[in-house]
């Protein structure tokens, strides 16, 4: 579980959590070290100089909240997801909701192509930004699956990251635009709090790796030792990187898989995009030899991505489906 950050507010309110931050252009040996330590005592780290470009991410930026600008009945065109499309509240199929609307996006060009031509006014351009920036977040999710790697000691470095190359990767990307919790008069100056609500609430996310981008709005939060809820500082230099439950059974329970959720911010809209890297539905999901020792014996039994999702879509959004795969 992830220690609870210092110095409580005297309000009673928790402090921000302050994520290790990674420069992923320093010295190679030392970035997978500081990776393999942030992913084991908080499962969550910022990357930054990252090398997505400033144009791709304002590209994509620009499609996404054009979107969700529109009128509802326009939006509607692409929905409702099923899974794919637009959704608005209703979060999956098992009753959980939030106060969100998203766009959940299978990685695939020709999928994206498909559907871009219920999104937008010029699918050409939604579909070209949109594929753009999973190109780019794609290599940046390589790149930190083989750091992981190479400090974990696993004797193929490219184990994990062939995982999501692989031409039938069953990765997504989702948009997901937390409206303001009030579209009425701001609160007045001596009042300084404003309401929040559940965005998305508790989960983990079930994938391997999730690579996340928001814009300069808080929102975030992840679950500490003792079940309290902290917020996470928002930065708009870094990505937000977290570990999945996959990561966390092929990793032999070293790396955890955090339970966050997200929280509407007052008066302010909060856009997050999300690239969720994920094996091939029978890719066979097992932890490398190197990461069972006596001392730390296998936690979890072999299993395909197809079996593990399929789980998941059966729970509802807060479940535990982890410990269903215990050895």
Not at 54 to 77: H, N, S, Y
Not at 161 to 167: A, E, L, Q, T
Request: charge should be negative; hydrophobic fraction near 35%.
């Amino acid at each position: 579980m992830v220690v609870a950050p210092p110095n409580p507010a005297r309000s009673g309110k928790p402090e921000p959590i302050e994520l290790p931050v990674i420069n992923l252009s320093a010295d190679r040996s030392e970035v997978s070290k500081l990776i393999v330590k942030a992913c084991e005592q908080y499962g969550f780290f910022k990357a930054v100089h990252h090398g997505v470009s400033d144009d791709v991410i304002a590209a994509m930026e620009e499609e996404g909240l054009g979107f969700f600008t529109k009128p509802v009945c326009e939006k509607q065109r692409a929905g409702p997801a099923g899974p794919f499309g637009y959704g608005i509240k209703s979060i999956g199929v098992n009753g959980d909701s939030g106060e969100v609307e998203y766009l959940l996006l299978h990685t695939n060009p020709s999928s994206i192509s498909q559907l871009s031509h219920t999104i937008s006014d010029d699918p050409k351009k939604f579909s070209s930004a949109v594929s753009g920036y999973i190109e780019a977040v794609k290599r940046l999710a390589c790149e930190i699956l083989d750091l992981m790697a190479e400090g974990l000691g696993v004797h193929d470095p490219s184990l994990l990251s062939n995982m999501i190359r692989d031409v039938d990767s069953d990765s997504m990307f989702r948009l997901n635009h937390y409206p303001p919790s009030s579209f009425h008069t701001p609160p007045p100056p001596h009042r300084a709090t404003t309401t929040t609500e559940i965005g998305f609430g508790e989960h983990t996310d079930p994938q391997m790796l999730t690579i996340l981008r928001s814009n300069d709005v808080g929102g975030l939060q992840i679950c500490v030792a003792g079940g309290t809820w902290v917020p996470v500082t928002p930065d708009p230099t870094a990505f937000c990187i977290n570990v999945g439950d996959v990561l966390q059974a092929m990793t032999n329970g070293r790396f955890m898989s955090v339970r966050h959720r997200a929280l509407t911010n007052g008066y302010k809209y909060r856009m997050s995009m999300a690239y969720f890297g994920a094996p091939p539905p029978h890719a066979w999901l097992s932890v490398p030899p190197e990461l069972v020792t006596p001392h730390r014996p296998l936690l979890y039994r072999p299993f395909t991505w197809a079996e593990y999702k399929k789980v998941s879509y059966s729970l509802h959004l807060g479940d535990n489906r982890l410990q269903l795969f215990l050895k």
